[in-house]
Nanobody
Framework: VQLQASGGGLVQPGGSLRLSCAAS????????MAWYRRAPGKQRELVAS???????NYVDAVKGRFTISRDNAKNTVILQMNSLKVEDTAVYFC???????????????WGQGTLVTVSS
């Protein structure tokens, strides 16, 4: 199983970016999917998560600005980031809990990071 993330880049404060992460390979079922970030000099933190049923959770710092969604048919998770702030600058990682064998045993997979830079 591979998770391929895309969509990072440089944006001015107040701008928007859309991150996408697609899972491929031996996938029988995906439970939760999520986005994490690691800002310079800080530890990795959970930004947003979404269950297979669509329930979402956000870190307080992004509530009202970021929206996580998923396309189960495409095994994809999206993070729409609006009203970006300088403090959102970080490497963003996608994460998925996947049954890759059909045995209902789930493993955690990570995508490669994608850099988001918010700067004027």
């Amino acid at each position: 199983v591979q998770l391929q993330a895309s969509g990072g880049g440089l944006v001015q404060p107040g701008g928007s970016l859309r991150l996408s992460c697609a899972a491929s390979g031996s996938i029988f079922n995906i439970h939760a999917m999520a986005w994490y970030r690691r800002a310079p000099g800080k530890q990795r933190e959970l930004v947003a998560s979404i269950t297979a049923g669509g329930s979402t959770n956000y870190v307080d710092a992004v509530k009202g600005r970021f929206t996580i969604s998923r396309d189960n048919a495409k095994n994809t998770v999206i993070l729409q980031m609006n009203s970006l702030k300088v403090e959102d600058t970080a490497v963003y990682f996608c994460n998925a809990v996947i049954d890759d064998s059909g045995t209902h045993y789930y493993r955690i997979y990570w995508g490669q990071g994608t850099l988001v830079t918010v700067s004027s």
